[in-house]
């Protein structure tokens, strides 16, 4: 399949994704199991992004892009179950899963992003290219913490929660801001080929 | 990186900008695992045989846009604070948009600013002709 059917098939399976989202809000928006409904598209594309992930990681020399689909998968793979978890634990047990063990699973989740992150290759050959790309990190840290400080965690602080609730607030931001930092050296430095095609679209998305 | 704002924006408002029930960052949530699928797709069907350890780049990459594209993000989330009168955002927000100015500025004034791009198009003509670069 080439490239541009690629960039077709995935608009198209977007464009149907958010196609169901909003026929399910409108046939059953006053429906308790709404979030079932929702929740659904959710739950099948991360199960099925770790799968794809890790037929990847499975395919080619042994090397750092490999080690970095794996990590991948079981990132996504942990996220799905976590999603699981807490549609079970709010519909079937009935309780709040806001700071419940579905967190665990996310947290594993964040883990493994973290470590695939890590894994991908980044090596510009010149100081020169080194320097920026770290200044770009940069700017990328500074501009996503200041912004999700401002914008969501300060707010959820106030009043002050207890110490569990309080990690678990923070660890949110902090990770997605932490990880999209990493993630934008390997975005902007990955080479040609298909690896380098698909570590840049791993890394966009 | 679609995937991580959709999750920030989740954080952040989940429920304020929607149509029906659908929130704005579901839909980034979907194209980001959407995005995510193709790339893995991608990799697995055109896969390299040489690993990337033992591999010299080749193509030229494309323009880097993320740092403009996040300061702008920043700027924009500034001015919103300034004119809601948010005074303790716009102190924060003030402080990171000076440094993230003033790295910027240093990123474009670094020597050789283009030699990612320019050493890239050299190595791809060494490997048209089989020389090494």
């Not at chain 1, 541009?4 to 149907?16: D, I, P, S, V």
């Not at chain 1, 990847?56 to 020399?61: E, K, T, V």
């Not at chain 2, 670094?110 to 320019?118: G, H, L, Q, T």
Request: glycine residues 8%.
């Amino acid at each position: 399949m080439s490239l541009g059917a690629h960039n077709g098939a995935a608009f198209g399976a977007t464009l149907l994704a958010i196609g169901y989202l909003l026929l399910a809000s409108t046939i059953a928006r006053d429906a308790v199991w709404y979030d079932f409904v929702s929740y659904a598209p959710f739950v099948a594309l991360a199960t099925g992004l770790a799968a794809a992930l890790w037929r990847a990681a499975r395919i080619g020399p042994r090397d750092a892009y490999r080690r970095g689909f794996a990590a991948y998968a079981v990132s996504f793979a942990a996220t799905a179950a976590g999603s699981i978890v807490w549609l079970v634990e709010r519909y079937v047990w009935n309780l709040d899963p806001s700071y419940s063990w579905p967190n665990l699973f996310y947290a594993v989740s964040y883990v493994a992003a973290f470590v695939g992150v890590l894994s991908f290759p980044t090596d510009p050959r010149e100081r020169s290219g080194r320097i920026r790309l770290g200044l770009d990190v940069f700017v990328a840290l500074v501009a996503g913490t200041a912004m999700s400080w401002v914008l969501t965690t300060s707010a959820s602080l106030s009043p002050p929660p207890d110490s569990l609730r309080f990690a678990i607030l923070l660890a949110f931001p902090i990770s997605n801001v932490v990880i999209g930092a990493c993630l934008v050296p390997r975005l902007l430095s990955a080479g040609g080929g298909a690896r380098g095609q698909s570590l840049r679209r791993l890394a966009a998305g | 990186l679609i995937y991580l704002a959709g999750d920030l924006g989740y954080q952040w408002g989940d429920g304020l900008f929607s149509i029906e029930k659908v929130g704005v960052f579901d839909v980034l949530y979907l194209i980001g695992y959407v995005v995510m699928i193709s790339a893995a797709q991608l990799a697995w069907q055109h896969h390299d045989a040489v690993p990337a350890e033992n591999r010299s780049r080749s193509g030229p990459r494309p323009r880097n846009v993320v740092p403009w594209v996040v300061a702008a993000g920043l700027y924009a989330v500034l001015i919103d604070a300034a004119v809601n009168g948010n005074l303790d955002a716009v102190s924060t927000l003030t402080i990171a948009a000076l440094l993230v100015t003033v790295a910027i500025l240093i990123r474009g004034r670094s020597p050789n600013a283009n030699a990612f791009v320019w050493r890239t198009r050299s190595d791809s003509n060494a490997a048209s002709c089989g020389c090494e670069p």
